[in-house]
């Protein structure tokens, strides 16, 4: 019983006092060597695993075998030295409940940049909060694809770390590993706080700079404040134009929430002059068929009008801002965007220059008598 060595030239398996390994490698002076922990367990049965680069780690385990087996416990064996990244996330992609997701394809990314920076061999014991804190590092510091000359987002770096964090949380429910090694790592600070919305003139710009079969969505998206997939997959059986409203189920809201939208008039007149196909009920469709996919669209008519760094789902920020300065209360509101919490709902309402410069005060020293 003790700890063991890898030789990283034939893979033979020595005690950590052996020098040298009958191949003829100098172990002590070797560097990148994997340890290993040999034991009996409580049925007299000899035991060994594969913990990792890290010799205090396998100090560790095996100090924590030996405490187990004076205390007549039985040994559970350290699952996360066998399994690999690349197969937990194998494992994790082939799930139905997650493949069903509509985020899955996001997902398949994420999965692939975390392959990348940690490693598809890399075993889950090696996978330590420190090892964390290097891929935050070097993943911050790469170029972002999306926006050029800047790099990757602090945004973007937490959901591959929640990506990981879920594949972890499903692996240990279905008792493919014992624990969850990055349950102390924490989200980075996020300056996610979006501060541009569009007057009155830049809409009516954008509109203009839009292509034909994107106007009624952007129009839609600027009044109602509904989601990006909300919209897109709008069918007519949702839409009650007569009593001027869009219904929601529960399966169709990110926060499985049934919700009801009331349509401003614009909005109401643009989707009464859409003409309703045999063939679909999809409300939304280009050249004769439905879509889901139009960034590249809507990026060019940003820039066409003028708008700098503005996203789709700025005119959601929009929407609730211009709800909120017509006067209507926080849970009308909060009612129509389908916001769970105030605290994420304040994160959408921008308090203007312009309203702070009409704030009333009350009298003073210099206005009194």
Known sequence: MGLLVECPGCRKRNSVRTD??????????????????????????????????????????????LKVRTEGRHIEKDLSAKLSLGELFEWYKGLPDVKAKRSYSKDVSLIKNLERLLGKTTKIKEITPGRIEVYHSNRLAEPSPRHPGATVRTSTVNKEIACLAAALNRALRHHKLNANPITTIKKLPEDSVRMKVLSQEEFSKLIICCPHYLRPIVILAFYSGMRKSEIVFLTWKEVDLAKGFIRLNADRTKTKVARSIPLHPDVKFVLDQIPRPLHTDRVFLRHGKPFAFFERAFRAACKRAGLEDFTFHDLRHCAINNLRLAGNDFFRIMAISGHKTMSVFKRYNLVTEDELSKVTWPAGLATAG
């Not at 490698?25 to 290993?36: C, D, S, T």
């Open 20 to 65: 040298r390994c009958k191949c003829g490698l100098a172990l002590k002076k070797l560097g990148h060597k994997n340890y290993w922990i040999e034991y009996y367990d409580d049925v007299n049965k000899r035991r060994r695993e594969r913990i990792g680069p890290s010799k205090t780690a396998a100090d560790h385990r095996f100090r924590e075998v």
